[in-house]
């Protein structure tokens, strides 16, 4: 195989997921699609190939650290990542006076400490060839609370920005680089439960400035800009992607 | 004394304090003075002399370093510490006397003993990982091709699995952030931190370190200790000449003042507060 540029996206048989994958592979790059659903990674991968991308499925289960770690190891020796995207993530919503503590734990296993080690995993690849960029998917709830009785997802995606803050600092001079994109409310399988709700989209919608819900591939956008040289002084940086709602 | 962590699983900051493992009363050694059990000894010097034309700088000099021993060699400028350091891993000939590493033979041996076993230099050289004042890093080529290099030319592995080796130094001494820079863009801490992970690449069973924090500005010591603390902890044998006494006494299984060629006194850290030497007394009593 012969491509300059290849690389991971966590959570990639999802909604954001696959519109990062298939705005990354339409640039050139071979992209490994990792999910927890191998099922749902190969029909987009299978989707992008049929486009005239490249692209192969991986199954990644972000919780499990080590074997995440190991897995995104083997990939890299396989085909060297030069951009790895932290998508994955679980939402949860309800009132806090009832979120059982297997819940919390869940969600933060997932999002904050399968994030974590993932990034630590890109690092370990990356620094060596002292070169790569790691995107971490955040949220407009990194930085306000949501509407919607979201605390522990609120508090594990502030914890991903601050993931990614520090790890730009602390890697920054390597020549590689860390940002992170903070999506709003988008359709995708996480949100349209909540979207089937008419009376919730529609507020959603007189909510954000730009009067609609966002599309996976304007994430994707934000991605592909971070993840390129256009962005070669950039780091640490979260792009708020949200039409203007945290404005 | 087996390692009880490979450097690789240590990060550098966490600083674990790791006890050697001497709980069993009935496979543990006798404790030196210091408290430390010992391993066997791997590094065995019997009367060993060293010459140069007519200046004989090592006049008969004896010294045991068993494994996971921390040996500290400290005195006066000209007294042989860094040529004994040398010999050890026969950098120096010995002129006469016998030079035992991990039971063979590389110096001229004992006049009263029948040498068994006699070993190369450039075998004894592979089980020994030196670290000097100048950290003679290669300009031209990256941290990490620095660390990969002797993976390569020494050990045969190829590009890749030098590399992989190399990066998991690296970040063993802390250095995997700077692992695609070049020497030229590190501070001399950096440097010396980069040439420890070189020699530990090549998995030593001992290593020696010759005044490795003399060439750095003061501000860029710490790092460089805290490194070497961790590889001490690590159970790591170690022998160190150094002029940083309280890191000495701090890690210092056995202190070994020399001075004129010659073994003065021995201890552990009780030899800073109560050298028996008048000469031990003067020199620390000058320094400290």
Redesign the interface.
């Known amino acids: 195989m012969s491509v300059d540029r290849t690389s991971l996206v966590t959570g990639g048989g999802g909604g954001i997921g696959s519109g990062i994958a298939r705005v990354l592979a339409h640039r050139g790059d071979h992209v490994v699609v990792a999910d927890l659903d191998e099922q749902r990674a190969a029909e987009v991968a299978a989707a992008i190939v049929a486009d005239g991308g490249s692209a192969r499925p991986a199954r990644l289960d972000i919780a499990d650290v080590e074997a995440a770690a190991a897995g995104l190891a083997a990939i890299d020796a396989e085909t060297p990542l030069t951009t790895v995207v932290n998508n994955a993530a679980l939402a949860t919503s309800g009132p806090i006076t009832e979120v059982r503590p297997e819940e919390y734990d869940r969600v933060m296993g997932v999002n904050v400490r399968g994030t974590f080690f993932l990034v630590q995993a890109a690092l370990r690849a990356m620094l060596p060839r002292g070169a790569g960029n790691v995107v971490n998917i955040c949220s407009t709830s990194s930085f306000t609370a949501s509407t919607s009785d979201m605390t522990v997802y609120d508090t594990s995606k502030a914890a991903v920005k601050m993931i990614t803050q520090a790890a730009a600092k602390e890697v920054a001079g390597s020549g590689v680089r860390v940002n992170g994109v903070a999506p709003g409310t988008l359709r995708t399988s996480l949100t349209s439960a909540l979207l089937d709700d008419g009376g919730f989209a529609n507020l959603e919608q007189t909510r954000i400035p730009l009067g609609r819900l966002g599309e996976p591939h304007e994430i994707g956008d934000a991605v592909a800009y971070l993840s390129s040289d256009a962005a070669s002084y950039v780091t640490g940086h979260i792009l708020v992607v949200d039409g203007g709602w945290l404005a | 004394m087996t390692p009880t962590a490979p450097p690789n699983d240590s990060p550098i900051r966490t600083n674990p304090t790791v006890p050697h493992d001497t709980n069993d009363p009935l496979t543990a050694p006798e404790p030196t003075a210091s408290g430390h059990r010992l391993g066997e000894p791997i590094v065995e010097l019997r009367g060993l002399r060293k010459s140069f034309g007519d200046l004989e700088v090592l006049k008969g000099i004896d010294l045991t370093v068993h494994r996971g021993e921390h040996v500290v060699l400290f005195g006066p400028s000209g007294s042989g510490k860094s040529t004994v350091l040398r010999s050890i891993n026969m950098l120096e000939e010995p002129t006469a006397g016998s030079l035992r590493f991990d039971g063979v033979e590389y110096g001229p041996g004992l006049p009263d003993e029948a040498v068994v076993k006699r070993g190369k230099a450039i075998e004894l050289r592979r089980s020994v990982g030196m670290v000097f004042q100048q950290f003679n890093l290669f300009p031209h080529l ?1 941290a ?1 091709e620095n660390v990969a290099l002797p993976l390569r030319s020494v050990r045969g592995l190829s590009r ?1 699995e030098a ?1 992989h080796r ?2 998991e130094t ?2 063993s001494v802390g250095m ?6 070049y020497p030229r863009q590190l501070s001399g801490g950096q440097q010396q931190r980069v040439a420890i992970a070189r020699a530990l690449a090549l998995d030593p069973k001992v290593m020696l370190f010759d005044e490795p924090t003399s060439a750095l500005d003061p501000e860029l010591v710490g790092d460089v200790l805290a490194t070497m603390r961790e590889l001490a902890e690590s159970g790591m044998t170690m022998v160190i000449v150094t002029h940083e006494l309280g890191f000495a006494k701090e890690i210092g299984h056995m202190n070994v003042f020399m001075e004129d060629g010659q073994v003065v006194e021995t201890g552990g850290a009780e030899l800073f507060s109560a050298p028996t030497s008048p000469r031990t007394q003067k020199f620390l009593s000058a320094v400290l």
């Open positions: 990256t990490l890749a590399e190399a990066a690296l970040r995997l952030v700077r692992a695609a820079h």
